[in-house]
């Protein structure tokens, strides 16, 4: 990628991405790509010959003094909006370079490029195996990932060091009491999987009253007492034990 030229420190901010399947936007719909620079444009200026009536300013480049354009971000993360309703909103460092306009709580820049991102819990799936998945636009910015929780950072992926175990512990954490949850409120249903002790996984095919009938690998269909089948938080899966069920009549 193009860095910040040496001459010049860049600014560290914090701003709001909307985060979606094909990567970072503003949240006026500005894409942002990986591995270049965000540069900014002045949209007014462009139509200032339309209506010149309505602004005195002639055609700049962004950031301008009098002017709203430029890349903006905040000097806290205290300051910007809480994503909290919109699920793909993420939080983040920015570097600000060019020229920077400086305002009471922020600046607007001229060239921005993420520095480092910061997600609520709450725009990553569930199941780790599709968390890694959801990452791959993020990760292809080249910038740390970290999960933010009740004000902790929990390092996520790192440059050159991949997925980090703290935040995957974290996370793992979170599906063991997402699943515990879920399983205490429905019970189990048609299509989960059973770990039955000495046999395998079966998995359920039907639930009738009392009784639960489940097929194993090799087709065996079980009839299980629904009371025998318990969530195992440890596992993240049910199990139960060999000596709970029955080979059901004839096989399906
Ligand atoms: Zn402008």
Redesign the pocket.
């Known amino acids: 990628m193009t860095s910040a030229p040496d001459y010049i420190s860049p600014i560290i901010g914090c701003r709001l991405w909307q985060w979606e399947g094909a990567g970072l936007r503003s949240l006026n719909g500005e894409p942002w790509r990986p591995g270049e620079p965000l540069e900014a444009r ?4 462009e139509f200032a010959h339309w209506r010149p009536h309505r602004t005195n ?1 002639r055609p ?1 480049d ?3 003094l009098k ?4 890349i903006y971000a905040s000097k806290s993360l205290e300051h910007l909006r809480r994503p909290g309703y919109q699920r793909s909103l993420i939080y983040g460092q920015v570097l600000l370079w060019g020229t920077i306009v400086e305002h009471q709580r922020g600046w607007r820049a001229q060239y921005a490029y993420p520095k480092s991102f910061l997600l609520p819990p709450e725009v990553l799936p569930v199941a780790l195996k599709e968390i890694e998945t959801r990452l791959e636009t993020l990760i292809s910015y080249g910038r740390d990932i970290f999960v933010l929780h009740d004000g902790a950072r929990w390092p996520l992926w790192k440059k050159g060091g991949g997925m980090d175990t703290l935040g995957l512990d974290y996370l793992s954490d979170r599906a063991r009491r997402w699943y515990t949850q879920r399983n205490q409120r429905s019970g189990i249903r048609q299509g989960d999987r059973i770990a039955v002790a000495g046999e395998g996984i079966a998995v359920v095919d039907q639930i009738d009253g009392t009784y639960i009938r489940a097929k194993l690998g090799n087709k065996t269909m079980l009839r299980i007492a629904r009371n025998e089948v318990s969530w195992k938080k440890e596992n993240l899966r049910w199990e139960t034990e060999a000596s709970a069920y029955d080979e059901a009549d004839g096989n399906k």
């Open positions: 002045c949209r007014l200026s300013l700049h962004a950031p301008h002017c709203t354009c430029g």
